[in-house]
């Protein structure tokens, strides 16, 4: 494992990768966090708590809106506003003055699956992948084309981990369930994308396994300006940044078994926060781990790379 050097200007080592809360209000499911750049604020969704939250500065108690369905994700929109790609298919909400209207029907049978993962490209194309109810492998990633979703890939059982490289040629996808995340070349211009390969896997638990000893599986990620690639380990009470390579370069333990997503904020984009869930966990893991369900944060030495902002 190698450790990044802080610049000589840089806050000492010890004052990265110091775990707080950024809220104590848990969320069931917390999902899809990013940071706005415009309001200074950060965003996310509690899945089956159907739910939009935002923390003013990244801190405090969550504004929280219900919203009418499962939301697998949110994306800031160009010109205001926000789009939630929900069970029930596209929103757009504008926090601003509570207009919440449907743009379109989902792409699939809603009764069986819903929208997951999501993110938009430098080129303002939104990324939206689906998760089966049934965890079998017939789940898609779709990009928003033409206010229509367009099928680019399938046979997965839940898609996740979206992200791209720093130079925008490599696009990160995965699969949960299946314990993997690829690699796709991507052509920035076009939104075209290439033959996936498996740029990570991890080991499943064993039948009998305790959870103690059990690695996580890939879930939600983000990027930072070196191109590495931080991935929340469901299950694994971990955190890991991986280099362009595949090569652990970190592991940063969590005090919450069930980390969802990363991402990075922050007037300097150096501040990590990490959505985690408590739904479905025993009364003993949630009175080990109080802070289940809740936005965690930490200071890191190297910035991420912003969100990009969806168009309609």
Request: aromatic share 10%; proline share 10%; with cysteine.
């Amino acid at each position: 494992m190698t450790s990044p050097t802080p610049a000589a200007s840089s806050p000492s080592a010890d004052a990265f990768f110091q775990l707080e809360p950024a809220t104590t209000t848990p969320a069931l499911l917390g999902e899809s966090p990013f940071w706005h750049p415009l309001e200074q604020c950060l965003y996310y969704v509690d899945i089956p708590g159907k739910a939009l939250c935002r923390l003013d500065n990244g801190a405090g108690t969550p504004t929280v809106w219900p919203l009418n369905d499962e939301p697998g994700c949110v994306v800031p929109l160009q010109g205001g506003g926000l789009l939630i790609p929900q069970r029930n298919g596209l929103w757009r909400f504008d926090p601003a003055t509570g207009a919440y209207e449907q743009l379109l029907a989902p792409p699939y049978d809603a009764s069986k699956r819903r929208f997951n993962d999501g993110k938009a490209d430098a080129k303002g194309r939104l990324w939206v992948g689906t998760i089966d109810d049934a965890r079998q492998p017939v789940s898609a990633l779709y990009c928003l084309r033409d206010r229509a979703f367009t099928p680019m890939r399938d046979g997965i059982t839940t898609s996740n981990g979206l992200g791209w490289s720093p130079d925008g040629r490599t696009m990160y996808w995965s699969d949960t369930k299946a314990h993997e995340i690829y690699q796709l070349p991507f052509d920035a211009e076009s939104g075209e994308i290439g033959e996936r390969r498996v740029f990570a896997r991890f080991e499943p638990r064993g039948a009998d396994q305790p959870l103690e000893t059990y690695g996580g599986r890939p879930d939600g990620a983000a990027v930072d300006v070196e191109g590495n690639y931080w991935v929340a380990m469901m299950e694994g009470q971990q955190l890991l940044q991986l280099a362009p390579s595949g090569e652990v370069l970190r592991r940063v333990p969590l005090p919450v078994r069930c980390a969802t997503m990363p991402t990075f904020g922050g007037a300097d984009m150096r501040t990590l926060f990490v959505t985690t869930a408590r739904e479905k966990r025993s009364e003993a893991e949630l009175a080990a781990q109080p802070w289940a369900g809740c936005v965690l944060k930490m200071r890191v030495p190297v910035a991420g790379l912003p969100v990009q902002f969806a168009t309609w």
